[in-house]
């Protein structure tokens, strides 16, 4: 069985959805990646769809998720998504590893359509960087505790 590594942040809506999504794509083989929140809002924001599939990774089928679905099975590693100190980041209770890696939240960008989509892309961009890195790591070896 492959470890979960689970993905969380408030909503549920764009950060831990994109993440988990360039995690699936760069990983799944050898982790199960899921994401949830704290206080889902019960849908995939349609600009991290969106910008995803820019991407090429296809998001349009996941689920906006509480964090209560995974608290009786087994999560190896919790990574934590949310951003600036203000937001109320979830935690996951017992003994997990645990990895906090903050992201600006695109949802509560502001200005023109073209602005909100060019946030969204930008967070896109440096969580790619980050979970890509995350998963060499877990490939060769040096991230075996995942």
Known sequence: MKPTILILCTGNS????????????????LVNVQSAGSNPTGQVHPLAIKVMAEASIDISGHRSKHLNEFLGQPVHTVITVCGHADQA??????????????????????????DIL????????EMRRVFEAYAAGL????????
């Open 14 to 29: 764009c950060r831990s959805q994109m993440a988990e999504g360039f995690l699936r794509a760069a990983a799944g083989d």
């Open 118 to 125: 060019q946030c969204f892309r930008r967070v896109r961009d």
């Open 139 to 146: 490939r060769d070896g040096s991230g075996m505790g995942i």
């Open 89 to 114: 980041c979830p935690v996951f209770p017992g003994q997990v590893n645990r990895h906090h890696w903050p992201f600006d939240d695109p949802f509560q960008a502001a200005g023109s359509e073209k």
